[in-house]
């Protein structure tokens, strides 16, 4: 039990190592790392109204994750409501579930933006998403709900969507069969 228990600290530690400076300096200032890296988005070609997601991201940086998180969540249904790809939001809003201590909400930030990568044909934000709500569900005890997500990470590892550095990450991470 406890092998298993550190396997998700260190899971979610090395997760929580590639982000970005600004997502490290709101952790210094709660305590936690993030899961997300909000600065990633820019990469995946989704924008939002700048003023309102810096207004998250201040909150986030200031520690006021209580605040972000009801601006994530404003962002996310404008986004839903336009049918556009809420992906700087979404992650974002695990990050501040995450800071709040609150894993559940956060397996279920990275399970809503895991749904929205898969939806807006995003592979590498839905493996990433899935892998991070995996290593939650375990810590949670949601055993089901962990080997359903492992399932579809293994089968997405062999999507040639997949880059190269993320197969190697995930697929050295998850458990053999």
Do not use: W
Not at 11 to 37: F, H, K, N, T, Y
Not at 119 to 133: K, N, V
């Amino acid at each position: 039990m406890a092998t298993s228990r550190q396997f998700l600290v260190g899971a979610v530690v090395a997760a929580a190592a590639i982000l970005a400076a600004p997502a490290a300096q709101a952790s210094a200032q709660s305590g936690r790392r993030m899961l997300a890296d909000p600065a990633a988005s820019a990469a995946s070609g989704a924008t939002l109204n700048p003023v309102v997601i810096e207004d998250a991201q201040r909150f986030m940086t200031d520690g006021r994750f209580k605040d972000a998180r009801r601006v994530y969540r404003t962002i996310i249904a404008e986004k839903r409501a336009a049918g556009e790809y809420a992906v700087d939001a979404l992650r974002g809003l695990a990050n501040a579930e995450f800071a709040l201590n609150d894993n559940r909400a956060t397996a279920a930030a990275l399970d809503e933006l895991a749904d929205a990568a898969g939806q807006f044909g995003d592979p590498e934000t839905r493996i990433r998403s899935l892998f991070d709500a995996s290593l939650l569900c375990q810590g949670l005890k949601y055993n089901e709900r962990a080997a359903s997500h492992l399932a579809e990470i293994r089968t997405l590892l062999k999507s040639p969507a997949i880059t190269e550095a993320t197969r190697a990450d995930i697929a050295d991470r998850i458990p053999r069969r």
